[in-house]
Structures are given as structure tokens and as C-alpha cells.
């Protein structure tokens, strides 16, 4: 037993327990050991899915990354504090015979603290010792109810998120058909109507990604509930009516305006988590027939959309979530 164990484990806990509050009250960046933790495990599985083609690895990947980082929490506070009463000879005896515990029984003893089980055949020694295990006790209570609350934000935060692009793809399943199918008598009023309402759900899920950014982790193999391509399929139909459609009416142009100002809200917080593509996305071949509003043609729609700065996050971001900048192009 030595004191310079009890001051590792402090600083071990307090370390811990500035991640756990960074990661899950900050609400606008994770704390150090979650945001390495969490983009080396999606780095490895994104790389194994590339090779391999594994999207349901990837599905899966969001809720177990949760579960281990929790986990990762408990087991470091479990083991600072574990060191904390290893520091004293008798900071942990026997209840019934006062004898010193083990290094075993100081463990099950810290484990049965920070859970608030108090089962009692250990206790802590000394009056500094039973301070310290009342701290522990309410350090665990603490962190486990960060915990669920943070596994409540996420769930809802998911699921928000998924709604969101459910309701994006109804217009359409590639740039082309959203224009298609919400062009009416050429003024694209409905196109406009539609991304009206959904820009107020746009800012909000992108304020929960930059509050809970493990969200930007979850995966779905399913199409029309990836965010990822809704949002890029959107941003390229709005942006090719409002760029490249001159006659639009007053009141459709101030819609997409503000519609694509919630998208480039979205951007900015997409931008502390992907790092630009260095390659400007393209237009491929084909995708992207001129309307008669149009005052280019093909050509100039493509370079049109080629010229935006948001294309490069965008094309970040479909392919960090396992998808391909092809796939925003064409109906799967």
C-alpha cells in the first residue's frame, strides 16, 4: 500500500469524470477520451466495410459503441477509486474481524460502493477513508445517471434524425425525381413548401448532433432513412432551383433561402466532425437533367453545384457514413 496509489486513482477519477460531463452536458463537443475512443472504432469499422462490404457492421456499430463507452466510464471510475483505497493499509477492513482487506476485496468493495449496493461485509477504516467512500458512492450515483440520460438524448436523437430523412426522401429518392415530382407549374412551389417545413427539424437535429455527436455514428442500411443522402439530395435540388431558375416568385425564393440557411447551419456543425473532401464531388453523367425554368443547360447545372464549397462537407459526409457520393445521384 502506498499513498501515491490514492493520488493516481484521483486523478484518474476526476479525469473521468470530466469526460463523462464533457460528453454528455457540454452540450457542444465530447470530452477527450470519448471523441478518441468513438472515431477510432467508426475509423477501423468504416475501413473494414469499405473492404468488405459489411453495412450491417456498420448498423450495429452505433448502439454497441454507446454500451462500450459507457462501460469504458464505469470500469475507470471503478479502477480510480479502487486505486484511492489502496493508498491506506486499513482503508478497507473487514467489517466482522477489522483485518486489512485484500486487493480483491478492495475492488469488490469499491464495485459494490459506486453502484450503491452497500452490502457491507467491507467497510472503509479510518474517519478519511469513510468521507472517501461516501464520495465514491455519490461519484457512481452521478455517473450512472448521466448515463441513461445520455442513452434517452441519443435514442430520441436518432430517431429524430431518421424521421427526418424519411420525410426528405417522400419528395424523392434522387435529386432529379425531388424536382420532378415537386416542380408543379414551374414555379416550384411545393418544392419550396416542403423544405419550408422541414428547415425548423433540420436546425434542430443538426444542434443534436453538435450536443450528442456519437448520433453522427448510427448508421442505417436502409436508404430512405439515411440522413447522409437526404441531405445531400436535398441541398443539390434547392440549390439548382434557387441558382439556376431566375423567374422563380418572390415568395418561393425567400423559402429556399431560408431553407438552405438551415442547411448550411447543419454544414457548419458538420464541419467539426469531417474534414473537407479534397476533391470538389462531381455531377455524374446523366443525373441531372435542365427543367424549362432552367437558364443552363446540363453543363452549367453541373458546374453550378461543382463550384459550392457546402459540396465538399457534403461528399464528406455521405462517404463517413459508409455510403458513396454515386449513391446521392440515382434511386437504389
Not at 482503508?91 to 477489522?98: E, L, M
Request: with cysteine.
Amino acid at each position: 500500500m502506498h499513498p501515491i496509489l490514492s493520488l493516481l486513482g484521483a486523478l484518474l477519477v476526476m479525469f473521468t469524470c470530466y469526460d463523462a460531463i464533457q460528453t454528455t452536458l457540454a452540450a457542444s463537443k465530447s470530452g477527450p477520451m470519448t471523441t478518441r475512443l468513438v472515431e477510432g472504432i467508426w475509423h477501423i469499422l468504416l475501413r473494414l466495410h469499405r473492404r468488405n462490404h459489411l453495412p450491417g457492421m456498420l448498423q450495429a456499430s452505433g448502439p454497441w459503441v454507446t454500451m462500450g463507452l459507457i462501460i469504458s466510464w464505469v470500469a475507470l471510475i471503478w479502477l480510480g477509486w479502487w486505486l484511492v483505497f489502496c493508498g491506506g493499509t486499513y482503508a478497507v477492513v473487514s467489517s466482522s474481524t477489522g483485518d486489512s482487506a485484500s486487493w480483491v476485496e478492495r475492488a469488490y468493495f469499491v464495485g459494490y460502493t459506486i453502484t450503491t449496493l452497500g452490502y457491507g461485509d467491507q467497510v472503509p477504516g479510518e474517519a478519511l477513508w469513510q468521507l472517501l467512500s461516501v464520495m465514491a458512492a455519490a461519484n457512481g450515483l452521478l455517473l450512472f445517471t448521466l448515463a441513461v440520460t445520455y442513452v434517452l438524448s441519443i435514442v430520441s436523437g436518432v430517431t429524430q434524425k431518421r424521421q427526418l430523412a424519411v420525410s426528405i426522401h417522400t419528395m424523392g429518392l434522387s435529386p432529379q425525381a425531388m424536382l420532378e415530382r415537386t416542380r408543379g407549374d414551374g414555379d416550384y412551389a411545393e418544392l419550396a413548401e416542403r423544405a419550408d417545413q422541414l428547415s425548423g427539424t433540420i436546425v434542430n437535429v443538426g444542434q443534436q448532433h453538435l450536443a450528442f455527436p456519437i448520433i453522427h455514428y448510427y448508421h442505417d442500411t436502409v436508404v430512405d432513412r439515411s440522413l447522409p443522402l437526404a441531405l445531400a439530395r436535398l441541398h443539390q435540388a434547392l440549390s439548382v432551383t434557387y441558382l439556376c431558375c431566375p423567374e422563380l416568385p418572390g415568395s418561393v425564393r425567400l423559402k429556399l433561402d431560408m431553407t438552405l440557411y438551415a442547411m448550411e447551419s447543419y454544414i457548419n456543425v458538420l464541419s467539426r466532425f469531417v474534414s473537407p473532401s479534397e476533391e470538389r464531388p462531381e455531377v455524374p453523367p446523366g443525373a441531372l437533367a435542365p427543367m424549362p425554368e432552367c437558364d443552363r443547360d446540363e453543363a452549367g447545372l453541373h458546374a453550378c453545384l461543382n463550384e459550392l464549397d457546402a459540396q465538399r462537407y457534403l461528399k464528406a459526409y455521405v462517404e463517413k457514413d459508409g455510403w458513396r457520393w454515386a449513391e446521392v445521384w440515382h434511386a437504389q
